[in-house]
């Protein structure tokens, strides 16, 4: 549906979308759907034609999309390919919204390199799939008149949260989340290779781990709580001594089962020496030995 002004212009930007991998086309189709006239540009041709037949225009050149429209939206692999395929190409006038995964000093010499004042990094929180639909997320940091100009079109992609002017706030937080994502996938490969090595269907034990993982996330407000406050000790609900003690029972479990354990060790033995000093504290006394390390 277009979305109208009170003076009757269309509220529906045009966008330029650089990059037509699963997650481009995604945007697109989605900018496309939402009624935001779009062009679009890959470096490998013959992945528009989907969004061609549904009104993207197809631009020749890198130069050709950037020059047709204010919003530039780039989804590439990674922030070394939107420098390379952005060199030479002028931005004049335009806001370059970047929504490649990346750190956040990318982020920030990136909008140095293109101009603070018109650029916004993002970092998008959904799958392909899922992009438009109810669970998507995307964070945005960076110029704030850049993000209120480009927000109608970045709505249509899901809940669209501005962090601040750092450009870097939107990869320290997508990168903070998907650090928490990759641990709970440690694990949960982990318990699957485990129930499958002794021979019980990874399929009808998932919804007893989505169970329990979902109970468990109720933890992560106080575990933040008792970061905040440096107090590891603080409403402690399962002390670390006895977590520690009943470690080797889930490495020893693996190994008679012939699943290596090597996803969980580097935990384990971080429990076990601050439990060493530290028994009637929460799991989150650990981060102390991070500190360390870093
Ligand atoms: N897919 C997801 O679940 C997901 C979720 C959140 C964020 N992201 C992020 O979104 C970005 C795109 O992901 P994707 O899933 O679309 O990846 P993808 O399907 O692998 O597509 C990669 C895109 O980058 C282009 N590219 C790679 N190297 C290039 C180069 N040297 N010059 C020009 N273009 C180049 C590819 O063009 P060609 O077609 O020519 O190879 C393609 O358009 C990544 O930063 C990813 O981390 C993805």
Known sequence: ?????????TNNPPVTVLGLGAMGRALARTLLAAGHPTTVWNR???????????????????????????????CLLT????DEVLTGVPLDGRILVNLTNGTPAQARALATAYG????????????????????????????????????PALETFGEARYLGADPGLAALHDIALLSGMYGMVGGVLHALALVRAAGVSA????????????????GVGR????????????????NLGMQAAAWDNLTDTARAEGVDPRLLAPLGDLMRRRAADHPDEDLTGIVELLKETA
């Open 223 to 238: 575990y933040a709580a008792q970061l905040d406050a440096g107090e590891y000790g603080r409403d402690v609900v399962s």
């Open 203 to 218: 399929t009808g034990f998932a919804p007893l781990l989505t169970r329990w993982l979902t109970a468990m996330a109720g």
């Open 44 to 74: 490998t041709p013959g992945k528009d034609d989907e969004l061609v037949a549904a009104g993207a225009v197809r631009a020749a050149t890198v130069a050709d999309a950037v020059a047709a429209h204010r919003i530039v939206l780039a």
């Open 1 to 9: 549906m277009v979305g109208r002004t009170v003076a009757g212009m």
């Open 79 to 82: 922030n070394d390919t939107v």
């Open 116 to 151: 603070p004042d018109r650029y916004l990094d993002g970092g998008i929180m959904a799958v392909p799939p899922t992009i438009g639909g109810p669970h998507a997320f995307v964070l945005y940091s960076g110029s704030a008149p850049a993000y209120d100009e480009a927000r």
